[in-house]
DNA sequence: TTTCTTGTGTCATATATTTAGTACAATAAT
DNA sequence: ATTATTGTACTAAATATATGACACAAGAAA
Protein backbone atom coordinates (compact mmCIF):
# COMPACT_ATOMS: atom_id res chain seq x y z
CA UNK A 1 0.00 0.00 0.00
CA UNK A 2 1.68 3.29 -0.87
CA UNK A 3 1.61 6.68 0.28
CA UNK A 4 0.76 8.92 -1.78
CA UNK A 5 1.23 12.41 -0.81
CA UNK A 6 0.65 15.77 -2.58
CA UNK A 7 2.11 19.45 -2.21
CA UNK A 8 -0.93 21.22 -2.32
CA UNK A 9 -2.27 20.58 1.17
CA UNK A 10 -0.57 19.57 4.65
CA UNK A 11 0.43 16.31 4.56
CA UNK A 12 -0.57 15.76 8.18
CA UNK A 13 -3.99 16.27 6.85
CA UNK A 14 -3.04 13.60 4.10
CA UNK A 15 -1.81 11.47 6.41
CA UNK A 16 -5.08 11.47 8.33
CA UNK A 17 -7.04 10.66 5.46
CA UNK A 18 -4.92 7.61 4.31
CA UNK A 19 -4.88 5.92 7.79
CA UNK A 20 -8.62 6.58 7.96
CA UNK A 21 -9.15 5.25 4.79
CA UNK A 22 -6.87 2.41 5.81
CA UNK A 23 -9.10 1.72 8.65
CA UNK A 24 -12.40 1.88 7.36
CA UNK A 25 -11.57 -0.31 3.79
CA UNK A 26 -10.41 -2.57 6.41
CA UNK A 27 -6.93 -2.82 5.17
CA UNK A 28 -6.31 -2.44 9.15
CA UNK A 29 -8.06 -4.20 10.87
CA UNK A 30 -9.66 -3.70 14.47
CA UNK A 31 -7.29 -4.03 16.81
CA UNK A 32 -4.71 -4.65 14.56
CA UNK A 33 -1.23 -3.01 16.28
CA UNK A 34 -0.10 -0.71 14.05
CA UNK A 35 3.69 -0.62 13.04
CA UNK A 36 5.85 2.46 15.02
CA UNK A 37 5.31 5.79 14.74
CA UNK A 38 9.36 5.47 13.33
CA UNK A 39 8.79 2.99 10.72
CA UNK A 40 5.22 4.62 9.56
CA UNK A 41 6.65 7.76 8.97
CA UNK A 42 9.53 6.38 7.48
CA UNK A 43 7.60 4.25 5.25
CA UNK A 44 5.77 7.65 4.24
CA UNK A 45 9.01 9.32 4.00
CA UNK A 46 7.71 11.87 6.31
CA UNK A 47 9.62 13.20 9.63
CA UNK A 48 8.11 11.18 12.64
CA UNK A 49 6.65 14.20 14.17
CA UNK A 50 4.51 14.74 10.94
CA UNK A 51 3.04 11.34 11.63
CA UNK A 52 2.63 11.56 15.08
CA UNK A 53 0.78 14.80 14.37
CA UNK A 54 -1.56 12.56 12.02
CA UNK A 55 -1.57 9.82 14.72
CA UNK A 56 -3.14 11.76 17.58
CA UNK A 57 -5.60 13.10 15.36
CA UNK A 58 -6.93 9.65 15.06
CA UNK A 59 -7.07 9.12 18.46
CA UNK A 60 -8.46 12.32 18.89
CA UNK A 61 -11.84 10.49 17.34
CA UNK A 62 -11.05 7.53 19.02
CA UNK A 63 -10.31 5.63 15.61
CA UNK A 64 -6.85 4.82 17.42
CA UNK A 65 -5.32 4.33 20.82
CA UNK A 66 -2.13 4.16 22.26
CA UNK A 67 -0.63 2.07 25.05
CA UNK A 68 2.52 3.59 26.15
CA UNK A 69 5.59 1.75 25.47
CA UNK A 70 3.57 -0.68 23.53
CA UNK A 71 2.59 0.65 20.59
CA UNK A 72 -0.69 1.54 19.20
CA UNK A 73 -3.82 -0.30 17.81
CA UNK A 74 -6.70 0.61 15.80
CA UNK A 75 -10.06 1.04 17.82
CA UNK A 76 -11.96 -2.49 17.77
CA UNK A 77 -15.15 -0.62 17.96
CA UNK A 78 -16.55 -2.14 14.73
CA UNK A 79 -19.76 0.74 14.68
CA UNK A 80 -17.65 3.48 15.22
CA UNK A 81 -15.31 2.10 12.25
CA UNK A 82 -18.66 2.07 10.13
CA UNK A 83 -19.78 4.98 10.92
CA UNK A 84 -16.81 6.51 10.17
CA UNK A 85 -16.82 4.92 6.37
CA UNK A 86 -20.34 5.69 6.18
CA UNK A 87 -19.59 9.50 6.44
CA UNK A 88 -16.33 9.78 4.15
CA UNK A 89 -18.81 7.67 1.37
CA UNK A 90 -21.35 10.68 1.78
CA UNK A 91 -18.71 13.10 1.47
CA UNK A 92 -17.77 11.90 -1.63
CA UNK A 93 -20.65 11.37 -3.17
CA UNK A 94 -21.83 15.20 -2.24
CA UNK A 95 -18.50 16.68 -3.75
CA UNK A 96 -18.68 14.69 -6.71
CA UNK A 97 -22.34 15.50 -7.41
CA UNK A 98 -22.15 19.49 -6.04
CA UNK A 99 -18.88 19.62 -8.34
CA UNK A 100 -20.81 18.32 -11.25
CA UNK A 101 -23.81 20.00 -10.95
CA UNK A 102 -21.87 23.59 -10.64
CA UNK A 103 -21.01 22.74 -14.08
CA UNK A 104 -24.62 21.88 -15.57
CA UNK A 105 -24.16 17.68 -15.62
CA UNK A 106 -27.32 16.02 -14.57
CA UNK A 107 -27.23 13.08 -13.09
CA UNK A 108 -27.31 11.07 -16.36
CA UNK A 109 -24.10 12.36 -16.99
CA UNK A 110 -22.67 11.92 -13.88
CA UNK A 111 -23.61 8.40 -14.56
CA UNK A 112 -22.63 8.16 -17.94
CA UNK A 113 -19.30 9.47 -17.23
CA UNK A 114 -18.77 7.30 -14.03
CA UNK A 115 -19.37 4.22 -16.36
CA UNK A 116 -16.91 5.19 -18.92
CA UNK A 117 -14.12 5.31 -16.95
CA UNK A 118 -15.07 2.35 -14.84
CA UNK A 119 -14.51 0.88 -18.41
CA UNK A 120 -11.76 2.23 -18.90
CA UNK A 121 -10.27 0.48 -16.13
CA UNK A 122 -11.09 -2.79 -16.63
CA UNK B 1 -22.88 33.52 -5.83
CA UNK B 2 -20.50 32.66 -2.93
CA UNK B 3 -17.31 32.36 -1.63
CA UNK B 4 -16.83 29.26 0.53
CA UNK B 5 -13.35 28.68 2.01
CA UNK B 6 -12.24 26.53 4.27
CA UNK B 7 -9.44 26.60 6.62
CA UNK B 8 -8.38 23.18 5.83
CA UNK B 9 -6.17 24.36 2.35
CA UNK B 10 -4.26 27.35 1.52
CA UNK B 11 -7.14 30.16 0.31
CA UNK B 12 -5.18 31.07 -2.68
CA UNK B 13 -5.93 27.58 -3.68
CA UNK B 14 -9.55 27.36 -2.86
CA UNK B 15 -9.51 30.79 -4.58
CA UNK B 16 -8.23 29.96 -7.95
CA UNK B 17 -10.57 26.45 -7.89
CA UNK B 18 -13.75 28.68 -7.56
CA UNK B 19 -12.75 31.49 -10.12
CA UNK B 20 -11.97 28.80 -12.67
CA UNK B 21 -15.20 26.85 -11.44
CA UNK B 22 -16.91 30.01 -12.44
CA UNK B 23 -15.42 30.55 -15.71
CA UNK B 24 -15.90 26.65 -16.68
CA UNK B 25 -19.87 26.36 -15.79
CA UNK B 26 -20.26 29.99 -17.60
CA UNK B 27 -20.68 31.96 -14.70
CA UNK B 28 -18.14 33.95 -16.06
CA UNK B 29 -18.22 34.70 -19.95
CA UNK B 30 -15.73 34.29 -22.44
CA UNK B 31 -14.23 38.06 -22.79
CA UNK B 32 -16.01 39.17 -19.43
CA UNK B 33 -14.31 41.94 -17.91
CA UNK B 34 -13.87 40.94 -13.81
CA UNK B 35 -13.69 43.17 -11.04
CA UNK B 36 -10.76 45.06 -10.16
CA UNK B 37 -8.85 42.90 -7.14
CA UNK B 38 -9.49 45.11 -4.16
CA UNK B 39 -12.92 44.24 -5.14
CA UNK B 40 -12.52 40.75 -5.47
CA UNK B 41 -10.72 40.28 -2.41
CA UNK B 42 -13.52 42.47 -0.47
CA UNK B 43 -16.07 40.03 -1.63
CA UNK B 44 -14.14 36.78 -0.72
CA UNK B 45 -13.17 38.77 2.30
CA UNK B 46 -9.40 37.98 1.45
CA UNK B 47 -6.16 39.86 1.44
CA UNK B 48 -5.76 41.55 -1.92
CA UNK B 49 -2.87 40.05 -1.82
CA UNK B 50 -3.88 36.57 -1.56
CA UNK B 51 -6.67 37.22 -4.35
CA UNK B 52 -3.77 38.53 -6.73
CA UNK B 53 -1.62 35.48 -6.24
CA UNK B 54 -4.78 33.35 -7.29
CA UNK B 55 -5.34 35.84 -10.47
CA UNK B 56 -2.00 35.16 -11.52
CA UNK B 57 -1.84 31.25 -11.25
CA UNK B 58 -4.86 31.34 -13.57
CA UNK B 59 -3.60 33.79 -15.72
CA UNK B 60 -0.57 31.22 -16.02
CA UNK B 61 -3.22 28.90 -17.27
CA UNK B 62 -4.32 32.11 -19.78
CA UNK B 63 -7.91 31.70 -18.58
CA UNK B 64 -7.38 35.07 -17.88
CA UNK B 65 -5.38 38.32 -19.01
CA UNK B 66 -4.84 41.96 -17.50
CA UNK B 67 -4.65 45.19 -19.45
CA UNK B 68 -2.54 47.06 -17.77
CA UNK B 69 -4.23 49.79 -15.71
CA UNK B 70 -7.85 48.55 -17.69
CA UNK B 71 -9.04 45.66 -15.89
CA UNK B 72 -8.52 42.14 -16.02
CA UNK B 73 -10.66 39.77 -17.93
CA UNK B 74 -11.80 36.28 -18.57
CA UNK B 75 -10.02 34.69 -21.73
CA UNK B 76 -12.43 34.50 -25.10
CA UNK B 77 -10.87 31.17 -25.81
CA UNK B 78 -13.66 29.06 -25.79
CA UNK B 79 -11.83 25.70 -26.59
CA UNK B 80 -9.18 25.94 -23.46
CA UNK B 81 -12.64 26.48 -21.52
CA UNK B 82 -14.20 23.64 -22.78
CA UNK B 83 -10.31 21.31 -22.48
CA UNK B 84 -10.27 22.58 -18.62
CA UNK B 85 -13.88 21.82 -18.30
CA UNK B 86 -13.60 18.38 -19.28
CA UNK B 87 -10.11 18.07 -17.60
CA UNK B 88 -12.10 18.96 -14.14
CA UNK B 89 -15.12 17.12 -14.62
CA UNK B 90 -12.47 13.84 -15.13
CA UNK B 91 -10.91 14.72 -12.05
CA UNK B 92 -13.79 14.92 -9.80
CA UNK B 93 -14.91 10.76 -11.84
CA UNK B 94 -11.47 10.09 -10.96
CA UNK B 95 -11.67 11.12 -7.39
CA UNK B 96 -15.05 9.78 -7.12
CA UNK B 97 -14.51 6.44 -8.64
CA UNK B 98 -11.02 6.21 -6.96
CA UNK B 99 -12.07 6.85 -3.25
CA UNK B 100 -15.12 4.35 -3.21
CA UNK B 101 -13.84 2.01 -4.91
CA UNK B 102 -10.57 1.93 -2.35
CA UNK B 103 -13.64 1.30 0.37
CA UNK B 104 -14.61 -1.43 -1.77
CA UNK B 105 -18.03 0.42 -3.37
CA UNK B 106 -18.53 -1.13 -7.08
CA UNK B 107 -20.06 0.47 -9.34
CA UNK B 108 -23.56 -0.15 -8.69
CA UNK B 109 -23.42 0.92 -5.52
CA UNK B 110 -21.75 4.79 -6.40
CA UNK B 111 -24.41 4.53 -9.07
CA UNK B 112 -26.76 3.92 -6.24
CA UNK B 113 -26.10 6.35 -3.80
CA UNK B 114 -25.57 9.21 -6.23
CA UNK B 115 -29.28 8.83 -7.17
CA UNK B 116 -30.46 8.37 -3.33
CA UNK B 117 -28.35 11.58 -2.80
CA UNK B 118 -29.64 13.36 -6.08
CA UNK B 119 -33.67 12.90 -4.60
CA UNK B 120 -32.28 14.35 -1.62
CA UNK B 121 -31.71 17.03 -2.96
CA UNK B 122 -34.90 17.37 -4.77
C1' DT C 1 -3.28 68.89 -17.08
C1' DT C 2 -4.97 66.76 -13.06
C1' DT C 3 -7.23 63.09 -10.75
C1' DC C 4 -8.73 58.48 -10.34
C1' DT C 5 -8.48 53.66 -11.16
C1' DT C 6 -6.07 49.80 -12.64
C1' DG C 7 -2.59 46.04 -12.04
C1' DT C 8 1.69 45.24 -9.92
C1' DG C 9 5.66 45.11 -6.63
C1' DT C 10 7.75 45.32 -2.14
C1' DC C 11 8.42 45.10 2.76
C1' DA C 12 7.27 43.60 7.25
C1' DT C 13 4.84 40.65 10.32
C1' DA C 14 2.22 36.77 12.07
C1' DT C 15 0.89 32.16 11.77
C1' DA C 16 1.07 27.30 10.15
C1' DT C 17 3.59 23.57 8.50
C1' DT C 18 7.53 20.56 8.19
C1' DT C 19 11.83 18.87 9.26
C1' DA C 20 15.74 17.85 12.39
C1' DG C 21 17.63 16.67 16.53
C1' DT C 22 17.36 15.45 21.21
C1' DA C 23 15.57 13.75 25.41
C1' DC C 24 12.65 11.25 28.75
C1' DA C 25 9.53 7.77 31.04
C1' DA C 26 7.64 3.34 30.99
C1' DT C 27 7.86 -1.31 29.94
C1' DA C 28 9.05 -5.26 27.15
C1' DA C 29 12.90 -8.21 26.06
C1' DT C 30 17.42 -9.94 27.18
C1' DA D 1 19.83 -5.59 36.17
C1' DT D 2 20.54 -4.05 31.70
C1' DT D 3 19.17 -2.95 27.09
C1' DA D 4 16.03 -1.89 23.54
C1' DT D 5 11.69 -0.20 22.05
C1' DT D 6 7.68 2.40 22.65
C1' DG D 7 5.03 6.86 22.76
C1' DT D 8 5.70 11.50 23.94
C1' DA D 9 7.64 16.17 24.58
C1' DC D 10 10.56 19.94 23.54
C1' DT D 11 13.48 23.32 21.02
C1' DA D 12 15.22 25.28 16.86
C1' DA D 13 15.15 26.33 12.11
C1' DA D 14 13.35 26.51 7.36
C1' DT D 15 9.59 27.11 4.41
C1' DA D 16 4.83 28.34 3.07
C1' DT D 17 0.85 31.02 3.74
C1' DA D 18 -1.82 35.15 4.86
C1' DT D 19 -2.49 39.77 6.14
C1' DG D 20 -1.48 44.72 6.30
C1' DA D 21 0.42 48.74 4.55
C1' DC D 22 2.50 51.00 1.20
C1' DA D 23 4.20 52.67 -3.31
C1' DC D 24 4.54 53.00 -8.37
C1' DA D 25 3.49 53.16 -13.47
C1' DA D 26 0.20 53.59 -17.00
C1' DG D 27 -3.92 54.53 -18.94
C1' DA D 28 -8.84 56.28 -18.26
C1' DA D 29 -11.76 59.93 -16.79
C1' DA D 30 -12.50 64.59 -15.35
Redesign the pocket.
Known amino acids: MEWE ?1 Q ?9 VEELKRRIISGYYRPGEK ?8 QEA ?9 A ?2 EL ?1 RQNLV ?8 YITEDAELIAETKKEFASFHVQTYYREMHALGYGKENMIELLSEYEEECR
Open positions: LSDRPIYTQLLLPVRELAKVNPNTMQKLAEFAVRTTGR
